[in-house]
């Protein structure tokens, strides 16, 4: 299997999800690629291509930490090839991450992705899906609201102190563009600088405005869900609690929370039943839930994270169960012959 997955920058790719999964594959021999969203080459009357970068079969790597170091040493090896010899396109960047200097990197993965479906290759997660899920907290509000919080989303000030309000004067403020918990604000009604922060996130874009769950406070819980079902792998699931860290309420890992073992609730298999039908129809492969009690707070659909952490609460690498189903996947494509679209094969066990 000939696989790349797409990331913001190779050179400053992170050790994180999508590295333990290219780590995995590479030690299955299959020939794995990564490469950045600035990465895709097109001209008229030729095959779409890609600047690849690759750690040569002959390295021996034992851990994803040696895997990326070599990806992003010398000894890597950076060649073009034509998109058309991959069998699958993993897109992993996240945009939300793209700084203000680098706007034409945030659909650039996307809209590539779309051209290389077109072209027969396997995308993951599909293409097309990602582009109506592109702003994964809008597609998330198209969920039904008996698994989420209230909330509104909207530019206008009076709007936010309305829905303030209504809330006996407490709530979250996040931009509706955003991740890893940034510039996300627990409003209440000691708050001296709200006028402020909601100038400040209405120049980013539009804001929502949720109700706050007061069992927030412990933390989160992130769901990776596969096909439409949460990670399984020797009677463990792929679930981690995300404790808050000390004065702080959000439990983001890069806003200090740290990880924890959940038990697989009744309440999060009702959000995943309900979630599922929709994200499997849309051809969704992977994507992280993020719940607090019985509630859905956020939805990622755009490289969603976390598995990086399962050592360190006990949990084992699932890296192998996510690259045992993308072998199915390319296994069905060859069989079938291009009679089954991308994003029925997407989320296809």
């Known amino acids: 299997m000939k696989i790349c997955f797409v990331v913001n920058d190779v050179e400053t790719e992170t050790c994180g999800t999508t590295v333990f999964l290219m780590q995995e594959a590479r030690k299955r021999n299959h020939d794995v690629y990564a490469m950045g969203v600035g990465d895709f080459y097109f001209a008229q009357?030729?095959?779409?291509s890609i600047y690849s970068t690759y750690v040569p079969k002959k390295m021996e790597i034992k851990t994803p930490q040696a895997y990326l170091?070599?990806?992003?040493s010398d000894k890597a090896i950076k060649e073009r090839i034509v998109a058309t010899d991959l069998d699958v396109l993993f897109i992993r960047n996240n945009p939300t991450?793209?700084?203000s200097s680098r706007q034409w990197?945030?659909?650039a993965g996307v809209a590539f992705g779309r051209m290389m479906q077109q072209e027969g290759v396997l995308v993951l997660n599909d293409a097309y899906a990602l582009s109506n899920a592109f702003i994964d907290k809008l597609y998330f509000e198209e969920l039904p609201a008996s698994i989420k919080p209230n909330s509104i989303i909207t530019r206008k000030k009076e709007d936010i102190m309305e829905f303030f309000e209504k809330h006996k004067k407490k709530m979250v403020l996040k931009p509706l563009e955003g991740s890893g918990g940034r510039d996300v604000y627990l409003i209440d009604k000691n708050e001296k600088n709200l006028n402020q922060i909601i100038e400040n996130l209405s120049a980013q874009g539009y804001i929502i405005a949720q109700e706050y769950l007061p069992a927030a406070k412990d933390g989160d819980v992130r769901v990776l869900l596969m096909n439409g079902r949460v990670?399984?792998?020797d009677g463990n699931y792929g679930i981690i609690r995300r404790v808050t860290g000390e004065g702080e309420f959000r439990s983001n890992f890069n806003q200090g929370g740290t990880g924890d073992?959940?038990?697989?609730t009744d309440a999060m298999k009702r959000i995943i039943d309900v979630t599922a039908p929709?994200?499997?129809?849309?051809?969704?492969?992977?994507?992280?839930?993020?719940?607090v009690k019985d509630k859905l707070i956020e939805i990622?659909?755009?490289g969603p994270g976390g598995m990086d952490h399962f050592g360190e609460i006990g949990l084992p690498d699932f890296s192998d169960v996510v690259i045992d189903s993308i072998e199915r996947k390319v296994e069905y494509k060859k069989l079938y012959k291009g009679q089954i679209d991308n994003h029925v094969l997407a989320t296809m066990e």
Not at 45 to 48: C, I, K, P, V
Not at 69 to 72: F, R
């Open 45 to 48: 009357n030729e095959a779409l």
């Open 261 to 264: 073992k959940s038990p697989f």
């Open 97 to 99: 991450e793209e700084g």
């Open 300 to 302: 990622n659909v755009l």
């Open 231 to 233: 990670m399984e792998k």
């Open 69 to 72: 170091e070599a990806l992003q």
């Open 278 to 291: 929709k994200l499997i129809r849309d051809g969704l492969f992977f994507v992280g839930l993020d719940i």
């Open 105 to 107: 990197a945030e659909q």
